[in-house]
């Protein structure tokens, strides 16, 4: 088992900055890559970024390039989130994921692990 735990929500003025973090533990080394998703009120679940622990392939959401940037530290065993010039529409709770599958996904069901979420909010 793999657990995640994120941290670094919080309410922030369009425009303005956020980092999230995520903590993984246990069996990482069953893990290929690291995802962020986001949930809106009402909305699917949605990819947002994607890293590899090794090889460092990202992959990002049309509606975040440019302005988000996925990171990994794998000595700490930490995922970051930088995201700048935020909007209203990023408003969701955001999810550390983890998938043992090397192949690319964008689908929630292609991640294996998953932390309890936190909360983005931007107000404008």
């Known amino acids: 088992q793999v657990q995640l735990v994120e941290s670094g929500g919080g309410l922030v003025q369009t425009g303005g900055s956020l980092r999230l973090a995520c903590a993984a533990s246990g069996r990482t080394f069953t893990v290929y890559a690291m995802g962020w998703f986001r949930q809106a009120p009402g909305k699917e679940r949605e990819f947002v970024a994607r890293i590899s622990w090794s090889g460092g392939r990202i992959y990002y959401a049309d509606s975040v390039k440019g302005r988000f940037t996925i990171s990994r530290d794998n000595a700490k065993n930490m995922v970051y989130l930088q995201m700048n010039s935020l909007k209203p529409e990023d408003t969701a709770v955001y999810y550390c994921?983890?998938?043992?599958?090397?192949?690319?996904?964008?689908?929630?069901?292609?991640?294996?692990?998953w932390g309890q979420g936190t909360q983005v909010t931007v107000s404008s």
């Open positions: 994921a983890a998938a043992r599958s090397p192949s690319y996904n964008s689908s929630a069901l292609g991640y294996d692990y």
